[in-house]
């Protein structure tokens, strides 16, 4: 059964770093989506993105990230000077035609920021 | 924006007997409704979903109700398990195109007791 992929699982950056938080999402899915859950609390939207451009954001996803689709399949999440509020675990999630409303989400990735 | 709410926030039943897990939306365009099921360390796992133009839809022990009017929607499990131990996520999404986030509850912990 296709699924989202992450990498890496885990990731301890220092406040101030850069970080790139990977995807691979399901292959023939059309839309791409990344979620935050701090620990303990709910799922957040983030940002949704679509055709190469961003369909839809939050208020959360300020300047600080950004994403990108580099190639045929990977699915990127930059955070530029990362605070320690950003710590955090990181879905990805992708969907397929528009119709299909379902989101199908990746293990995620677990970012310490010290 | 939409807000969901969710209750309970924890819900111990005993193995074998049914669980109910509700939602309230406050976004008369919501039309899709998924559920969710978070494992520890895990990301969320689709496990049933709603769209605005259906009242009900089941998938063996679960189902869920959607209430247009009222806004509000409902899990059920019946003749739980162990296995169904864990952290369960309601979300809504609107009327917009493919790419639409979703906004979650705060979860329910369910607890199915030996």
């Known amino acids: 059964e296709p699924e989202v992929t992450q990498t890496p699982s885990h990731q301890v950056t220092q406040m101030g770093q850069e970080v790139i938080l990977r995807c691979v999402p399901i292959s023939n899915h059309l839309y791409f989506y990344w979620y935050r859950q701090i620990l303990g609390q709910k799922v957040e939207f983030l940002v949704s993105?679509?055709?190469?451009?961003?369909?839809?954001k939050s208020e959360i996803f300020d300047d600080q990230f950004s994403v990108e689709r580099p190639d045929g399949s990977n699915f990127t999440l930059k955070i530029r000077s990362t605070k320690l509020e950003d710590s955090a675990m990181y879905f990805c999630?992708?969907?397929?035609?528009?119709?299909?409303?379902?989101?199908?989400f990746g293990p995620g990735t677990r970012l310490l920021v010290l | 924006g939409e807000n969901v709410e969710q209750h309970p926030s924890t819900l111990s039943v005993q193995e074998g007997d049914s669980a109910v897990i509700k939602c309230t939306y406050s976004?008369?365009?919501?039309?899709?409704f998924p559920w969710y099921k978070q494992e520890l360390g895990k990301g969320p796992q689709l496990i049933i979903d709603i769209r605005s133009n259906v009242g009900e839809k089941k998938d063996q022990r679960i189902a869920v109700t959607l209430n247009k009017t009222a806004k509000h929607f409902s899990l059920h499990i019946t003749e739980t398990q162990p296995e169904d131990s864990a952290v369960y996520f309601c979300?809504?999404?609107?009327?917009?195109?493919?790419?639409?986030?979703?906004?979650f509850g705060k979860g329910t912990h369910l607890i199915i007791q030996p």
């Open positions: 999630a992708s969907s397929g035609p528009p119709r299909s409303k379902t989101q199908y």
């Open positions: 979300a809504a999404s609107g009327s917009g195109g493919g790419a639409d986030g979703l906004t």
């Open positions: 976004d008369s365009a919501s039309n899709y």
């Open positions: 993105f679509y055709n190469n451009e961003i369909s839809e």
